[in-house]
């Protein structure tokens, strides 16, 4: 076992504090994001509370509730003495899929870039053709949903 790998993890924090997202579901939505992607697995070791602590400069009390919300949804556990470790895991696409739709996103965000959108644009039009898709998989439509006016989604 490489000692300089023991207590470290394959995921680091970062923040965005004009995302409106509490802090505590944006690590969250990180180690969610991180397990769809393939870049943590079952038995991967969390960032320790105490350097997402001194890395970010936030409350423990923060890092400690997003552990928390991990573990209430089964993709973690805190082991005593040890840390938090992934136990869960959540749909994943290969990483030949990945690859592809990669590069299908990329060239839809030239073409919108091209367009005149910008980065803002672009994440909420992704965001309404997001939700328009899960209407439609609830078997919706934004007509009966909002009585036909268009769907604005935070």
Known sequence: MDIDKVGSSPIEFR???????????QLVHQVEQALRLGYLRQGDQLPK?????AGLAINPNTVLKAYRELEHRGLA?????????????L??????????????MLAWMRTASEAGLDEEGMSALFTAALHELR?????????????????VVP
């Open 91 to 104: 749909d994943r696409v290969g990483l030949r899929e990945q690859a592809a739709l990669r590069k299908s």
């Open 15 to 25: 923040l965005d504090p004009g995302s409106g997202v509490p802090t505590y579901l």
């Open 77 to 89: 556990a805190g082991r005593r003495g040890l840390g938090t470790f992934v136990e869960g895991t």
């Open 135 to 151: 209407q439609s998989r609830a078997g919706r439509t934004d007509e009966e949903d909002d009585g036909g006016r268009a769907a």
């Open 49 to 53: 509370v105490k350097d997402v602590v």
